[in-house]
């Protein structure tokens, strides 16, 4: 049960039942605020628990306006919205139960008025939590335990939407695989500890190393996918060594000791050889070994090109 008073929108263009409403409503039960219009509500729906929508004005289909925007398609995080309309506004009542408000007939008694908006406002809190609880765990299904970057499986499904998007429109799509150089060195050395820790470190600096519209994922052990819609070659280029510039620079694991490096293998579409998702995922692998083969620490692309290579000192 709610211990706190249900914050309450008004929202009476002549505020003619206001004082009614007031009387009927102790402040123990219900904290009221008052909007005017549709545009001043609106404004105010995402700080209050409910809104009671006054009918009976000359205005129907003003009312009619503002129920609709109250009442989008999806329920939740919208407030729960009651409307008040007397019984002739025949339209605006079946407006409302069709878009899942309540509704209550005036003139109304006071204690069925309170019980009712005790049962929507009610009713509308568990759908809220319950759609907070769906979403929660809509993000854990595609979320890295360790990493806290999209997992493998969300990364395949997202390659294949992209990749029909990229061919649909005819755009660019590139893509970054980015392995950490001699990583069971690190596990062995230090614990496996030490080696999640790098690993959470290391998939911080991807992100913030690429754009909120490109996608970072956990491919698998300590290698990462970094996928980047809307990019041809050139950019995906600039972002990986961005990307291998940024791993260089971590003072990673227990108290910053350890020192990371990483392969990263580049592909993009449109391409001759790539006519298919799986084709841009085995490119960008192929770059990426011939990476780890050519001393690490360096940037390879498809079709076949060393970028951006370390000194042989530095290649692990």
Known sequence: ???????????????????????????????????RSGPEALGLTQEVDGVLLCSGGPDEAQALGILEALTPPQPAPQPAVVVLAPPEDRALRLAALRRGAEVILTPWDDEELRLRLYRSLEAHSRLRSLHSQVEELRRLAVTDGLTQVHNHRYFQERLR??????????ESLSLILVDLDHFKNINDAHGHGAGDRVLREVAASLQHS???????????GEEFAILLPCTHLPGALTVAERIRKGINELHAGPEGALRVTASLGVSSFPHRAILAPEQLLLTADEALYRAKREGRDRICLHPPAPLFSAPPSRAG
Do not use: C, H, I, N
Request: proline share 5%; aromatic share 8%.
């Open 1 to 35: 049960m709610k211990t706190q008073p249900y914050t309450l929108l008004v929202v009476d263009d002549s505020q003619a039942l206001l004082p009614q409403l007031v009387r009927a409503l102790g402040p123990e039960d219900f904290a009221l605020r008052v909007a």
């Open 161 to 170: 939407e992209e990749f029909r998007r990229s061919q649909r429109y005819d």
């Open 210 to 220: 690429v754009r909120e519209t490109d996608l970072v994922a956990r491919y698998g």
